[in-house]
């Protein structure tokens, strides 16, 4: 078995899926290595905005409706007594339309799309840590990374197999908010960025079909205005096959992750709102998971390894988006690969190597700067209260918000929004 490559990709999601198809697309002789196989569920709310649609627009993946692949015009927000529906923005730089499709369906797909440009995904292969040569520098004081130990899973994924080694020059942790292999190397969690924590499940519905996201801005754990306001917020993201991902996420600005039965809270609030869903019974788990976000584990490159994706807390503090960021990252690692390919000299090689993460910073860090200050902000339902009983009526108030939100603005001219929106992000230092 072929265990030396030009790049080793830990995990095969989003993140990991779209370096393999990326790295192999350039030329570049790639392993990633999923522990699990694939179809398999990951828990998510599966909806995709125009952000995420660019990123399979560049990555050429084929998204039609006959495959699954469910199109929506935009988000209806419910809160403070209000209705309203915000289609997606006429932008030159997106598509005006955002897309949704079971997490179990689009991992697969990217990751077939990965082995169609010639990575080799293997899947059934849990790394359990990296190998680093202590001959040359690396990452406080230890070794660089050179490549990953790895083992054989069962189908039920336990691991059975033998340790093996797999080498190469540049290692890819796209592992996921478990992060363990960066953990492994020291690069711990950063407690001044927002986490969330989100659940879901499917439910059955008359109107899956329908081409809308809907969110609620509020929820309450009784009849609206005359129980509590949780601190949270709710999705319903209709899947075209009976059913809808429904959902429900808290944050927390401080990085540790609220001590909340978040289950408890998704069942009452579905016992109170949401009625004209006509949901049907919750059957399946309510599963859920953490959602790091702000780049809260830094930095993305440490000598021989790169963080793409949620091992590098990629998710958007404002939506609780990871998937695009993930895509984007992969993007980004891979320009830096073929810099990192044509350079001469070690320095040069490292530079380019290197300058992932001044990318990443570069096209992020403004932005998700900003997502810690809203995140501060809205864990106080009573702002968030507010907010959306004065905000949401407000057109002007809208136009900006509703880009801000999305992340989705023309970067360059555009309306007023846009330009306040390229600014903000701009003078909003990156950290
Ligand atoms: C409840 C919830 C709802 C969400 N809703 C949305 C949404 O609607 N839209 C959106 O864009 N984002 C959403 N997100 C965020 C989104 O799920 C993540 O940001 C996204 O999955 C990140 O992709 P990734 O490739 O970085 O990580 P992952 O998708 O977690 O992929 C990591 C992969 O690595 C594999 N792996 C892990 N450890 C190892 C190992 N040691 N060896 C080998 N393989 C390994 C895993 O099996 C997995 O396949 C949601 C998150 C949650 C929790």
Same mark, same amino acid.
């Given at each position: 078995? $072929?265990? !030396? ?5 830990? #995990?095969? @999601? ?5 370096? &393999? =198809?990326?790295?192999? /697309? ?105 190998? $680093?040569? !202590? ?5 406080? #004081?230890? @070794? ?5 130990? &790895? =083992?054989?899973?069962? /189908? ?276």
């Amino acid at each position: 078995m $072929r265990t !030396e490559a030009d790049v080793i990709v830990i #995990g095969a @999601g989003p993140g990991g899926a779209a370096a &393999a =198809r990326y790295l192999a /697309a350039e030329g570049f002789d790639v392993i990633a290595l999923e522990k699990t196989r694939f179809p398999r569920e990951k828990v998510c709310g599966d909806g995709l905005t125009p952000r995420a649609v660019r990123e399979l627009q560049l990555i050429g993946l084929e998204t039609p409706r006959e495959e699954g692949w469910i199109p929506n015009h935009g988000l209806r927000m419910v809160g403070g007594g209000h209705r309203l529906e915000f289609p997606w923005h006429d932008l030159d730089e997106f598509p005006r339309y955002g897309l949704s499709l079971p997490r179990a369906q689009f991992d697969h797909r990217l990751a077939e799309h990965a082995r169609a440009a010639g990575a080799d995904v293997r899947e059934g292969w849990h790394v359990d840590a990296a190998i $680093r040569d !202590e001959r040359q520098d690396g990452y406080a #004081g230890g @070794g660089r990374v050179v490549g990953v130990i &790895a =083992r054989e899973t069962d /189908a039920k994924g336990r691991k059975v197999g033998e340790p093996t080694e797999f080498r190469a020059p540049l290692v890819i942790a796209a592992d996921g908010v478990s992060a363990r292999i960066a953990l492994g190397l020291g690069i711990e969690r950063k407690q001044n960025r927002p986490i969330g924590v989100a659940v879901r499940t499917y439910l059955t519905t008359p109107r899956h079909a329908e081409e809308w996201m809907e969110g609620h801005l509020e929820i309450w754990d009784g009849e609206r205005g005359r129980s509590n306001l949780l601190p949270g917020y709710g999705w319903i993201f209709p899947l075209g096959d009976g059913t809808a991902n429904v959902g429900l996420g808290t944050l927390s600005a401080k990085g540790t992750p609220p001590k909340l039965d978040h289950r408890a809270m998704m069942r009452d609030w579905l016992a109170h709102s949401a009625h004209d869903w006509e949901f049907g019974e919750i059957e399946g788990d309510i599963k859920g998971a953490a959602i790091p976000m702000a780049f809260n584990r830094q930095p993305h490159y440490v000598p021989g390894m790169m963080l793409v994706g949620d091992s590098g807390g990629m998710v958007n503090p404002f939506n609780g988006e990871g998937i695009a960021y993930a895509m984007q990252a992969a993007r980004r690692a891979t320009e830096a690969a073929v810099a990192w390919r044509s350079a001469t000299g070690v320095r040069d090689q490292e530079a380019a190597l290197a300058s992932y993460a001044r990318m990443m910073k570069d096209d992020l860090g403004g932005y998700y700067s900003l997502g810690r200050v809203f995140a501060a902000l809205v864990e106080h339902p009573a702002v968030m209260k507010a907010c959306t009983r004065y905000g949401l009526p407000s057109p002007l108030v809208m136009e900006f918000t509703s880009r801000l939100l999305a992340d989705v603005y023309e970067p360059r001219g555009g309306t007023w929004a846009d330009k306040l929106l390229s600014a903000l992000t701009r003078v909003a230092p990156a950290a």
